[in-house]
């Protein structure tokens, strides 16, 4: 089971797989650029489901590499420098190249949600 889901991490770019030993040949998996890409990703859904859980029911703690302390990981606008909540932020469509589509919201949801989110520094 493991092989056949290192294998598809493999054929989908996400690692690579390098031997290191010869006789008995083994082989190590090494994080592709594709794949450490995904770590925004992977940060941001721990920080969610640590969210939803108590601190003593965490399976893992989202820590800061140079200080060591404990974080809490924020979506920011890098051209506004504005902190954003992920409730505030909706996908739209595009159609065709060009198109900007048609914006689609949940009545409501955004402007009850997303006021007095603070400018970061960058």
Known sequence: MLTARLKGLVD???????PYQEKPVRHEYVQTDFGRSHRPVLVAMAAW?????SPEQRAMILMDSETGREVEPAVIDLVTGLGRSPVCIFLRSRSRAGDTGAVRRIPGTVKRQCGGIPRISL
């Open 49 to 53: 489901r640590n969210s939803q859980l």
């Open 12 to 18: 989908n770019g996400i690692l690579e797989k390098r």
